[in-house]
């Protein structure tokens, strides 16, 4: 008899009046001429094809997946580091404080609409273009930001520098899901997932102009471009299957006039090709639970990190009268915490080889959300623990300084959690379901900073902390939420391919054929 996997989402997958593999698939492209003529397409030479990007050596793997990573931690970089930089901008440019926040609001603006562009254009030309304009146009846009006669000025090249900057950002996740196999694909994505926070910290010294704190940035930027454009590597199977025809068509041209790639059979109308771009994204959350729930818990929590960014200064430089260097140190806790955030992940995903063995290569994206429940509990208590240790100058620093060490592991294993799961659910889909995400958590972001510090001037540290936390503690059921009823939800996407449910019914029907089978000797 036919062994069941052992996990209750099979339960699930048998309750699912349409078997998953007769669903139409609305996503394949279609032949149009092609389906006329005696085709084929193209494919790779077998199942060990040193040009498939998953038989890549792992060395290489490593080494793209931290180009990557290095992209992504220089523009999340990008969106933060000038807060410290606000006052002697509002000094220089005599504006008022609440101008002085659009600062970092008009970056995350800029968040908000590039992954229109971004990514879905990745699949449609690739990976790597998208990475190099990227990356270079938000190098180039440091220059009217350092550079600025005036606010406006500032504050457009702001917004075009967050509008490139976001490229990388809702690419890595894509990057990942192109290259590593399920097994490894867990530790990629925590890589990834902590460098988004890895960024806040400190430029800008007394004494120094805030213009330099653009110059260093330009700098830092300019290097991680050229690691881009040197060294990665096109990653999208499509793009990579259309190289490979294209370089068959130049050797043998008339063996391969009966060959096409499936990039080929996509319409390239304005429409057609502004419907997988801009409108993607918003079609995927119009008809994706799952996506439109994950993009709800993330841009809440996103926001409350852009809130206790803001806090952070309010704690240590007007009740303990740290100077900027200082307070710039007191952010590393972020980092501390979500470095300890992605080895708990790490610790907690050790059964993921066994499941891999157990679901045929293809377990439950739900799996990934262990060490989320664990972070979505102890979220709203380091909130609470920062903000009331915060609030009376009495308390040493080094207890709210301690709080963010904990702020960051939550925040950590939630978006490493649910990014993974993400790319799980989506795979070839996932930078535009990741672009869906980014463009709805930004603009949750870019609208707190504008209210953050009068809420808690109005309310105090310790009070519009307790509010801060009490959003999270309504959100800290939903990774348990997830893993119980995701798949679900997950049976009814249109762009998820939900391989670990189509498993589950083959199984259970096997399971059903042998029982209808007489007994031997009869």
Same mark, same amino acid.
């Given at each position: 008899?036919?062994?069941?996997?052992?996990?209750?989402?099979?339960?699930?997958?048998?309750?699912?009046?349409?078997?998953?593999?007769?669903?139409?698939?609305?996503?394949?492209?279609?032949?149009?001429?092609?389906?006329?003529?005696?085709?084929?397409?193209?494919?790779?030479?077998?199942?060990?094809?040193?040009?498939?990007?998953?038989?890549?050596?792992?060395?290489?793997?490593?080494?793209?997946?931290?180009?990557?990573?290095?992209?992504?931690?220089?523009?999340?970089?990008?969106?933060?580091?000038?807060?410290?930089?606000?006052?002697?901008?509002?000094?220089?440019?005599?504006?008022?404080?609440?101008?002085?926040?659009?600062?970092?609001?008009?970056?995350?603006?800029?968040?908000?609409?590039?992954?229109?562009?971004?990514?879905?254009?990745?699949?449609?030309?690739?990976?790597?273009?998208?990475?190099?304009?990227?990356?270079?146009?938000?190098?180039?846009?440091?220059?009217?930001?350092?550079?600025?006669?005036?606010?406006?000025?500032?504050?457009?090249?702001?917004?075009?520098?967050?509008?490139?900057?976001?490229?990388?950002?809702?690419?890595?996740?894509?990057?990942?899901?192109?290259?590593?196999?399920?097994?490894?694909?867990?530790?990629?994505?925590?890589?990834?997932?902590?460098?988004?926070?890895?960024?806040?910290?400190?430029?800008?010294?007394?004494?120094?102009?805030?213009?330099?704190?653009?110059?260093?940035?330009?700098?830092?930027?300019?290097?991680?471009?050229?690691?881009?454009?040197?060294?990665?590597?096109?990653?999208?199977?499509?793009?990579?299957?259309?190289?490979?025809?294209?370089?068959?068509?130049?050797?043998?041209?008339?063996?391969?006039?009966?060959?096409?790639?499936?990039?080929?059979?996509?319409?390239?109308?304005?429409?057609?090709?502004?419907?997988?771009?801009?409108?993607?994204?918003?079609?995927?959350?119009?008809?994706?639970?799952?996506?439109?729930?994950?993009?709800?818990?993330?841009?809440?929590?996103?926001?409350?990190?852009?809130?206790? #960014?803001? /806090? +952070?200064?309010?704690?240590?430089?007007?009740?303990?009268? @740290?100077?900027?260097?200082?307070?710039? !140190? =007191?952010? *590393?806790?972020?980092?501390?915490?979500?470095?300890?955030?992605?080895?708990?992940?790490?610790?907690?995903?050790?059964?993921?080889?066994?499941?891999?063995?157990?679901?045929?290569?293809?377990?439950?994206?739900?799996?990934?959300?262990?060490?989320?429940?664990?972070?979505?509990?102890?979220?709203?208590?380091?909130?609470?623990?920062?903000?009331?240790?915060?609030?009376?100058?009495?308390?040493?620093?080094?207890?709210?300084? #301690?709080? /963010? +060490?904990?702020?960051?592991?939550?925040?950590?294993?939630? @978006?490493?959690?649910?990014?993974?799961? !993400? =790319?799980? *659910?989506?795979?070839?889909?996932?930078?535009?379901?990741?672009?869906?995400?980014?463009?709805?958590?930004?603009?949750?972001?870019?609208?707190?900073?504008?209210?953050?510090?009068?809420?808690?001037?109005?309310?105090?540290?310790?009070?519009?902390?307790?509010?801060?936390?009490?959003?999270?503690?309504?959100?800290?059921?939903?990774?348990?939420?997830?893993?119980?009823?995701?798949?679900?939800?997950?049976?009814?996407?249109?762009?998820?391919?939900?391989?670990?449910?189509?498993?589950?019914?083959?199984?259970?029907?096997?399971?059903?054929?042998?029982?209808?089978?007489?007994?031997?000797?009869?």
């Amino acid at each position: 008899m036919a062994q069941l996997p052992v996990n209750h989402r099979s339960v699930y997958a048998s309750e699912s009046s349409t078997p998953r593999g007769s669903r139409p698939l609305s996503l394949l492209p279609t032949l149009s001429k092609h389906s006329e003529l005696n085709t084929s397409e193209i494919t790779w030479d077998g199942p060990e094809d040193p040009a498939n990007p998953k038989n890549w050596s792992v060395c290489r793997k490593w080494i793209i997946t931290f180009i990557t990573v290095l992209a992504t931690l220089n523009v999340t970089f990008a969106s933060s580091a000038p807060s410290f930089a606000t006052a002697a901008v509002r000094e220089a440019f005599r504006i008022s404080s609440e101008e002085s926040y659009l600062l970092t609001s008009v970056f995350l603006i800029g968040y908000v609409v590039g992954p229109l562009l971004w990514g879905p254009g990745s699949e449609i030309v690739g990976r790597r273009p998208i990475f190099v304009v990227t990356m270079s146009g938000h190098t180039m846009f440091y220059l009217g930001q350092a550079l600025a006669a005036n606010y406006q000025t500032l504050l457009i090249s702001r917004f075009c520098g967050g509008f490139f900057a976001v490229g990388p950002l809702v690419n890595a996740g894509g990057v990942i899901a192109d290259i590593w196999d399920i097994e490894t694909r867990g530790k990629a994505t925590s890589l990834f997932s902590a460098s988004v926070f890895l960024g806040p910290g400190s430029l800008i010294e007394a004494g120094v102009s805030w213009r330099w704190v653009f110059w260093m940035m330009m700098v830092f930027s300019s290097i991680s471009t050229g690691i881009v454009f040197f060294g990665l590597s096109e990653t999208y199977e499509p793009v990579l299957l259309l190289q490979k025809l294209k370089a068959r068509r130049n050797t043998d041209p008339i063996g391969t006039t009966h060959m096409y790639a499936p990039l080929e059979t996509n319409d390239w109308s304005p429409k057609a090709t502004i419907d997988r771009t801009v409108l993607r994204p918003f079609k995927m959350l119009a008809g994706e639970p799952i996506l439109v729930l994950v993009t709800f818990y993330l841009s809440v929590v996103y926001g409350v990190l852009y809130c206790l #960014l803001e /806090t +952070i200064p309010i704690i240590f430089m007007e009740r303990r009268h @740290f100077n900027l260097s200082q307070t710039g !140190l =007191v952010f *590393t806790g972020l980092g501390v915490g979500t470095s300890l955030g992605a080895l708990l992940n790490h610790h907690m995903s050790r059964h993921y080889t066994a499941l891999i063995e157990t679901w045929r290569g293809f377990p439950p994206p739900e799996e990934r959300l262990l060490a989320t429940m664990i972070g979505g509990c102890l979220f709203p208590i380091a909130i609470l623990w920062l903000g009331w240790s915060g609030q009376y100058s009495s308390v040493p620093w080094y207890v709210p300084a #301690l709080a /963010t +060490i904990f702020v960051g592991i939550g925040i950590s294993t939630i @978006f490493i959690g649910f990014l993974s799961y !993400l =790319v799980d *659910t989506y795979l070839i889909h996932s930078a535009t379901a990741l672009a869906a995400n980014t463009l709805c958590r930004s603009l949750m972001a870019a609208g707190f900073p504008l209210f953050t510090v009068q809420l808690f001037h109005k309310l105090g540290i310790h009070w519009a902390s307790t509010v801060l936390a009490g959003v999270g503690v309504l959100l800290a059921p939903s990774p348990f939420l997830f893993y119980k009823y995701g798949p679900r939800i997950r049976v009814r996407s249109k762009f998820a391919p939900c391989k670990d449910l189509e498993i589950s019914a083959t199984v259970i029907n096997a399971c059903k054929d042998d029982e209808k089978q007489p007994p031997l000797g009869n």
